[in-house]
């Protein structure tokens, strides 16, 4: 007979292994991989000129913290605290020991995708830590229906709204799951729970939205930045080239001209990098001055008079963002700082490599190997979860926690990854950070599962093999 | 998290299926997009010009100002790239620039994987006006990657290359 440990040891244990997965995460990417976004974002900081096109909330945060040390250390460590805590009480949440949490959670954090996107200290990295949290309150939720768990979920997910705007794609399958809840306790008709949680989840991420844009024009006065310009200037530039004739407005080819073979010469279907942020002179204007207007009008136009064009771009847009046809060395995995930086800035990340930065690294460049970061293969790599926790022969009675959690995330990492291959303009590894961590833990939720079911079988069927032997015995 | 059993088995299986489905026709259905679509009825053209990180430069060098690759006096590729992938067709090549003095480079059409499509060695007179330095007329019977259009110079060649243009030609009468 075993004694069972008290709780207090439980927790210690588990604080200790929370604490040496932040300090492993942290040290081996330390200072933080990040992007020109977040040279802009700390140009912003210390002018105090902001703009809606990053997160004004993060500019703010990032002002802050330079206060107390200059340079991406300290919004790093923070990103990586929450994302890493809000992962642990996920898990603690969802699976019954404690052991079996802390185990999940080293696993979690060593998959070579979801390390990797712990190493950026981009806001996808603050993402992944409100995304973790909005589901941590869902949790809290649907086991204890309080108020105060409502409003935490609500609170967390404005905060992800906040960090990134298209937040909204991977908290839509949440938001409705919790409008269905609330509307079926109430109307027990199907059909009219269904309407009613519809209505509901429209109306929560309108005003999402909505309030964000509010803190940010308000609370912080930040300009509008029209960060959608990007897209629409990518789906006119693939009608122009597919249908052969400019839709771009002429206001938006540049003072020395953007004719159309150039355009088609240097038009990717991965991203719209080479047209907008070209080296040269020819490029499209991307500017919060422009005519917003005039490139609202020719995009509604062009998308109304080509739909087949527009949906075909897309449609391998798409199979590009999710690394079809696409093995670009950004989608993978990033190791560095931007290209584009200067050398003095993107030298810090050449100066050493912790072993398993260098490790996963080496599996990047892997031809063999490399598919692991892949986001179709990550994206099947779900199916994993779903066949365990939605086959009844593989785990009966599947602890449902852990599966519904697991098929939440799943749900959300798919709706998000959807949704970006419609409105993105680049097939880049840090937009999937969210769906990699998502998937990631629905697979440890699973395997856990998985383990703990096979320990009870064996134990069960050892048990029956003892009280045979008894009985023959006796 | 309290949901009916059953529907703990079937929006699993539902989801793994869209997951499936999704993957499988972006796998198995594109490339959905084609720039040279409308190459087969019409002249579809494409501009690659110095210094677009489409086309490159080895043995020259890359002029700012003029926006150009200007040789120097190094034997090697004055351009190539871009490394594009075409559909069977024909299609022409005609590389625009500016001659110091009279120079012999060569001109290839060069696939990945596939070797030499199409080479040419011309004699350029000197030449200070931009102009059409030469042009080369292919097929491809079936689709190529990583197609080059390079200029080779040698040591005594001088010139320079502004521009390359690829355009898709319609197909000759009597083949597909």
């Known amino acids: ?34 992007t020109q976004d977040e040279r802009d974002i700390l140009g912003q900081a210390l002018s105090g000129h902001l703009h809606d096109g990053h997160s004004p909330l993060l500019v703010k945060f990032w002002g802050l913290t330079q206060y107390l040390k200059p340079g991406p250390a300290i919004p790093y460590l923070t990103g990586v605290v929450v994302a890493v805590l809000a992962a642990a009480s996920l898990l603690r949440q969802a699976l019954r020991s404690t052991f079996a949490a802390a185990a999940s959670l080293c696993c979690l954090i060593l998959l070579p995708p979801v ?77 009219r729970a269904l309407l009613l949680a519809g209505v509901c989840t429209v109306s929560i991420v309108l005003a999402l939205v909505g309030v964000s844009k509010l803190i940010a024009k308000y609370a912080f006065h930040a300009t509008a930045y029209h960060a ?45 990098d080479a047209i907008i942020w070209s080296s040269d002179a020819h490029h499209l204007v991307y500017a919060p001055g422009a005519d917003h207007g005039e490139l609202h009008r020719a995009w509604v136009k062009a998308i109304a008079a080509h739909p087949r064009e527009y949906l075909l771009f897309r449609a391998e847009y798409a199979a590009n963002f999710i690394g079809i046809r696409n093995n670009e060395d950004w989608l993978r995995a990033q190791f560095s700082g931007d290209a584009s930086m200067t050398r003095d800035a993107a030298s810090l990340w050449e100066q050493s490599k912790a072993p398993l930065q260098a490790l996963y690294e080496w599996l990047s460049a892997s031809p063999s190997l490399q598919i692991v970061y892949l986001p179709w293969c990550w994206l099947l790599g779900a199916l994993f979860p779903l066949l365990v926790f939605g086959v009844r022969q593989v785990v009966p009675n599947a602890a449902a926690q852990a599966g519904n959690v697991a098929v939440l995330l799943i749900a959300s990492a798919f709706s998000y990854t959807l949704a970006m291959g419609l409105v993105s303009a680049a097939a880049i590894g840090r937009y999937h950070s969210w769906p990699r961590m998502a998937i990631g833990m629905a697979i440890v939720l699973a395997a856990a599962e998985l383990v703990r079911h096979v320990a009870k079988a064996r134990t069960a069927a050892g048990t029956a093999a003892v009280q045979a032997a008894r009985v023959t015995t006796s | 998290m309290n949901i009916p059993a059953c529907r703990i088995q079937a929006i699993p299986m539902v989801m793994a299926g869209l997951i499936l489905g999704t993957v499988a026709f972006l796998l198995e259905g594109g490339p959905f997009f084609n720039r040279w679509e409308k190459g087969g009825t019409s ?16 043995a ?38 500016t001659v110091q003095q009279a120079s012999q480079p060569r001109f290839e059409i060069v696939s990945m994987g596939g070797g030499v499509i199409a080479a040419d060695t011309a004699s350029l007179p000197p030449s200070r006006q ?12 079936h689709a190529a990657e990583g197609l080059e259009f390079r200029v080779i110079v040698k040591r005594t060649d001088a010139l320079a290359v502004r521009a390359v243009e690829l355009a898709t030609l319609p197909p000759t009468p009597g083949q597909p």
């Open chain 1, 1 to 34: 007979m075993t004694v069972p440990r008290p709780q207090s040891q439980h927790a210690a244990f588990f604080g200790l292994v929370l604490f040496l997965c932040i300090l492993l995460v942290y040290s081996t990417w330390y200072p933080g991989i990040f």
């Open chain 1, 115 to 191: 390390c990797v996107s712990l190493g950026l200290v981009t806001k996808d990295l603050f993402f992944i830590g409100a995304m973790l949290t909005v589901m941590l309150g869902v949790v809290r939720h649907v086991t204890q229906p309080r108020r105060r768990h409502l409003v935490f979920t609500l609170g967390a997910a404005l905060l992800a709204v906040m960090v990134r705007i298209d937040a909204v794609f991977a908290l839509l399958p949440i938001l409705s799951f919790l409008a269905w809840q609330a509307a079926v306790r109430r109307h027990p008709g199907r059909m």
């Open chain 1, 228 to 272: 959608e310009q990007v897209s629409m200037l990518f789906d006119l530039a693939a009608i122009s080239v597919e249908t052969d004739q400019m839709l771009i407005p002429a206001s938006r080819l540049g003072p020395d001209g953007f004719p159309l073979p150039m355009l088609r010469a240097r038009f990717k279907t991965g991203s719209a």
């Open chain 2, 43 to 58: 002249r579809v053209s494409s501009l690659y010009v110095a210094g677009d990180d489409r086309i490159f430069t080895d």
């Open chain 2, 60 to 97: 020259g060098n890359y002029d700012k100002a003029a926006h150009e690759y200007r040789s120097r006096e190094v034997e090697g590729p004055l351009v190539f790239g871009p490394y594009v992938g075409l559909a069977p067709g024909r299609y022409s090549v005609s590389w625009v620039g």
């Open chain 2, 130 to 141: 931009v102009a059409t330095l030469h042009n080369i007329t292919f097929s491809l019977p």
